[in-house]
């Protein structure tokens, strides 16, 4: 990868329908957590909590989204994406997470997609990413299938109010972050540290998914995706040992969610790991409601992981990984990756793993997977000059195309983020925007990566 990437317009041409666009969260931007009748969300709880974000930050304010959209519909607009991917905030819509409904909560969405459909911006809302009503959380949270449930009756609430104007949903954010690193080993809310236990939290998040696809279609919803992470798994060694807890691994990022929605089963038991028999209730017949058809399948993309087998000092696995440490306990340790660049989050900037990635997911499921969008990419950086972020993108830009070139059939890609944001556990310090955000003014100033993602498109749009 180069630090001077060539000129917009040699990048390779895109499909003239290619939905181009760029994503945010609501718990990561919005702000304004106690207005507009909003109730608690997980991670208002969980930030507020000592040690547990690493500046001590909380995400009360954020970038102020709610105040300020219009300020960041009219950036949207002056990049030229065709399409905006935004979270809405259970707990703004449904304080309680089930029964009472906050119409001042819907109300936000209503003008926030009216500004956006008046600049000419597709929204493309998610229903969930991450940040749990509480008080849905202080009764088990996804570990519970009430969740589920109520989540599909939220589904349906925003759905009836946004449904006229929104043609394309999301209903999860990435289950396996929140099964892994909420429940699993509490580094993000609601801090559960249950390693295998936290599985049942898995389950009713795609049961939950799956209930809400019902939702929506039932209101007429034509376009329904989700937003899963994803990155090749590469083995430590070809010892026996790290093959076999790479595939532990490949299975828990990769695997877990995917198989259930495309094939309508649990991975695992070729592996002696049949996480069937780990989850909760009446599991063959959510995994119909679960293996529901998808419009098209979100991918979340940003790095490979290298694993192996834990050593017996512990010695050659970091404590941390990606900034999330890892209990010893696990049986898999992530090893560096070397020989390429790194975010000033730490992570490897590996272009070619994302045409990797896509290659792997046709193979895989051949006919059964619907046509796939990259729902969210980027990287983190600190600096204003921003050449390694337009390095980064171009790069995957490439790879992407090099995948479509190969066959694979996508027909998306969204940036993360539109702007710096709260980046959960992290706090303000790992800045993934095209806007700089000042946090003492809440300013925003297009980077350089955002005048370079402005002339792609134009370059892009002119065929
Ligand atoms: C999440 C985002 C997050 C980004 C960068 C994804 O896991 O969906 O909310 O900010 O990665 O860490």
Redesign the pocket.
Known sequence: MTLVPDPPASLPRFPRDFLWGVST?AA?IEGAVAEGGRGRSSWDVFAAESGRIKDGSDARVATDHYHRYPEDVALLKGLGVRAYRFSVAWPRVVPDGAGEVNAAGLDFYDRLVDALLAAGVEPVPTLF??DTPQALEEGGGWLRRETAEAFAGYADVVAARLGDRVGRWITL??PA?LTLLGYGVGQHAPGRQLLFDALPAAHHQLLGHGLAVQALRARGARSIGI?N?HGPTWAASGSEADRSAADLYDLLLNRLFAEPLLLGRYPGAELGFDVADLMPGPVAEDLKVISGPLDWYGI?Y?QPTRVGAPTESGGAAPAEFAGIALPPELPFAPREIEGYPRTDFGWPVVPEALTELLVSFRERYGDRLPPLVIT?N?C?YEGTEDEERIAFLDGHLRALHAAMAAGVDVRGYFV??LMD?F??AEGYA?R?GLVHIDYETLARTPKASYRWLRDVLREQERG
């Open positions: 969260s990561q990413h991450w954010n990435e972050e937003a992470s979340n940003y969210e980027g983190s993360w983020s944001n980046e959960w790992r993934f």
